[in-house]
């Protein structure tokens, strides 16, 4: 095989009928960068998700159409959320592709019977226990860790950044039943068949009554809580058979079941794994369980497994309508703080709580990927290197970067380190690149100071930055300006004298030149002029001046220390939108934050700087 003859090509899907999921999330994620890759999104044409994917430039194939099936017979990997049939509903296709299994949510239960069943190539976890459940040597799966990862699920990273973000709203969403949701129409497709006697079974009479409660009623008239009802997907054929009163909303089917999530405060739910999205955001939830022994007894495509609801779940387990009323008017009461046990609960569920689930599954991807492409031709991987590297894509320069390290095959060694670093610190992976650069003896101690001093640089640690820029023998004009700026920092004045004498004016900018003379007015404590400097001349900088020089840092900064932080927002506002990921932009937030009480907040940004 040779890497140019294989069309990168990743087929991603959710349902047939509804997008919203993981295969969403992580579409988005690769089209952000990856632009490499050639990727697209299976969805129906009549399903409420196509117009708002197509206006985001999603890349969609209608489902079951023979440009899916050629698709798919030329990609390398499907991605989604769902499994058998629904991704593959064709026959005799030639199948040279690999799937990976994106889940749905976590799994809680014993779905061995079914799992089983699934072909895939490479499935998702979440927290450790489920993980264990999966692999360990007693379990009654046929996969191992080969197949089985333990990543986090690609919209967990959109409920890391929004789990501040919820007002005064109730979510109910209980999960479907197998035995009274209706058979499919057909196999190759979600639709399912209407069962007439739906309006007869406990579940939609117990669900009924509680959205018709008077305790409910007079929560949203005295405490102005909204209550969303919102159907599984596979009984959202019964939502008129319900009684809904005007003081309950029905959820848009337009908006994505994961917005509902992030706008809510609490979760009523019965056996839903979507408790585990509102536990990663640290929302509390009710498990109603009015039917726990027949739902245990086969309602559903599973049987109890690891978790135990009254010991690991996120909240309290009720079986009474009253019980449950009273539970609810105590947390709305509260303000929706959530209480341990349940916070130990979830502080030991998941394997990791921030917003790297894409990027560790992307990872996954491009090994099961590589791993179909023998005989790897390293001249086609070293060009595309190159163009990682002018594009600044990151991770897929990683991952090239590195092939080509570990290769053995004698190429410049020293490029090839210098992308693979520069690839880990447009990451913000500081510790993993320190550590490369520990490990290589084959590196000079000035090219070790080098890129010590610019991580350190970077992460705003001046002292330890200025420490190795002093043993270089030789500074460029780059490099000058650095150690410029960390003098600033601190404040040393005389250093910064020192520096700027033997600058050589013609090599730099007039930006460059403006900034030089704001960071010594900075050094000097003079930051009224430099305020002046920097507002005069700011909207002459080109973008790759003002990401790389940062005068809007400096400008939020100069009013933080003056304690007008409606400007200093505006400044910080400003840097967003030319590089949201850049460690000094998050310390600024996070020291803002910290200005305004905003210790949550605080905290966020710098886990975000070391994650």
């Given amino acids: ?60 194939i209608r489902h079951g159409t023979l440009e899916h099936k050629r698709v798919l017979e030329e990609c390398s990997l499907v991605i989604s959320s769902q499994t058998n049939r629904l991704i593959e509903p064709f026959e005799n296709i ?28 490479l499935m998702l976890t979440s927290s450790r226990d489920e993980y264990e459940s999966i692999v360990s040597d007693h379990s009654p799966y046929k996969y191992g860790d080969k197949e089985i990862k333990l990543t986090g699920l690609p919209r967990f990273d959109s409920l890391y950044v929004n789990k501040n973000n919820n007002k005064n709203q109730v979510l109910i969403m209980f999960t479907w039943r197998r035995g009274i949701a209706g058979g499919f129409v057909t196999r190759l497709k979600s639709e399912r068949e209407f069962n007439h006697d739906f309006m007869d079974s406990d579940y939609y009479n117990y669900i009924n009554n509680l959205i018709n409660s008077d305790g409910i009623k007079r929560l949203v008239a005295e405490k102005d809580t909204k209550f969303i009802f919102c159907p599984h997907p596979n009984m959202i054929n019964y939502l008129d058979c319900f009684d809904i009163p005007d003081y309950i909303e029905i959820a848009d089917e ?104 894409c990027n560790r599954v992307y990872n996954h991807l491009l090994e099961l990927d590589s791993s179909q492409k023998e005989n790897i031709n390293f001249e086609g991987l070293e060009k595309r290197s190159y163009l990682s590297n002018a594009k600044k894509g990151w991770q897929i ?31 913000n992976k500081f510790t993993e690149a320190l550590e490369f650069i520990n490990s290589d003896l084959n590196f000079e101690v000035k090219t070790k100071s080098y890129w010590k001093a610019k991580i350190y640089y970077v992460i705003a640690d001046y002292k330890e930055a200025i420490k190795y820029f002093e043993l270089l023998p030789v500074l460029n004009k780059d490099d000058t300006l650095f150690l410029l700026r960390c003098y600033a920092e601190l404040g040393e004045s005389e250093s910064f004298e020192n520096i700027k004498q033997i600058v050589k004016k013609t090599l730099y900018s007039n930006e460059q030149l403006v900034m030089i003379d704001s960071w010594e007015n900075q050094a000097f404590g003079r930051l009224e002029q430099a305020r002046k400097l920097l ?55 996070a020291r803002f934050s910290f200005d305004q009480e905003n210790y949550i907040k605080c905290l966020n940004q710098y886990e975000r700087v070391v994650s």
């Fill in 254 to 357: 337009t908006k994505r079941i994961h917005d509902l999530i992030n706008d809510s405060s609490m979760l009523i739910t019965d056996y839903s794994s979507i408790a585990f999205d509102f536990a990663y955001q640290s929302k509390p939830v009710i498990y109603y369980q009015f039917d726990k022994e027949i739902f245990a007894n086969g309602e559903h495509t599973y049987t109890p497994g690891y978790f135990s609801y009254d010991n690991d779940g996120f909240g309290p387990v009720i079986s009474l309508e009253k019980d449950l009323v009273l539970n609810i008017k105590e947390i709305v009461n509260d303000n929706f703080t959530m209480v341990d046990p349940y916070i130990s609960r979830i502080n030991k569920t998941f394997a990791f709580n921030d917003c790297n689930n």
């Fill in 1 to 60: 095989f040779n890497i140019n003859r294989i069309q990168d090509v990743w087929l991603f899907m959710d349902r047939d009928d509804k997008a919203g999921d993981n295969a969403e999330f992580l579409y988005e994620y690769v089209k952000s960068f990856d632009t490499d890759k050639t990727i697209y999104f299976v969805l129906d044409e009549k399903s409420v998700d196509w117009i708002r994917l197509k206006d985001k430039g999603f890349n969609l």
């Fill in 397 to 427: 320069l990683e991952f090239r970067a590195k092939n080509i390290l570990e290769s053995g095959i004698k190429y410049d060694e020293d490029l090839y380190s210098k992308y693979y670093i520069e690839s880990l610190i447009g990451q």
């Fill in 535 to 589: 507002e005069k001349n700011i909207y002459k900088f080109n973008e790759q001046e003002l990401q790389s020089l940062q005068p809007h840092l400096l400008l939020a900064y100069i009013f933080r220390v003056k304690l007008d932080y409606d400007r200093a927002a505006f400044y910080l506002s400003e840097f967003e939108k030319i590089d949201k990921n850049a460690p000094r932009f998050l310390i600024e937030i």
């Fill in 94 to 121: 030639e199948k040279k592709y690999k799937i990976v299994f994106l889940q749905h949510g976590v799994i809680k239960d014993d779905l061995s019977n079914w799992l089983n069943t699934v072909d895939m190539n």
